[in-house]
């Protein structure tokens, strides 16, 4: 499994979630909304990681996903770009 994020994604980030050099950025499964699996989606948050199955690292910023969330994905890589419409995050899966 494999993080890909866009470049407007990382600009994104810092605009959007004042992300600075030295934080960490975790994906994480929610319940509720649509996405890969049925009833859940994928969140964003700053935190720091437990137990981190898969991370990128740019800027001095770690973007990651823990283990425990690493069912929702099925084997399928996250990319992470923005929808330029709506100004918000857009994620496929790979």
């Known amino acids: 499994m494999e993080i890909k994020i866009s470049e407007d994604a990382f600009n994104w980030f810092h605009k959007e979630m004042e992300v600075t050099a030295g934080e960490r950025v975790r994906f994480f499964v929610r319940f509720g909304g649509s996405g890969l699996q049925p009833g859940f989606s994928l969140g ?35 990319s992470v770009s923005v929808n330029d419409e709506l100004g918000e995050l857009d994620y496929s899966y790979e």
């Not at 991370?55 to 973007?63: I, L």
């Open 44 to 78: 964003v948050t700053k935190d720091e990681p437990q137990e981190a199955a898969v991370e990128v690292e740019r800027d001095q910023v770690t973007y990651f996903i823990e283990q425990n969330d690493l069912w929702y994905f099925d084997g399928h890589d996250l």
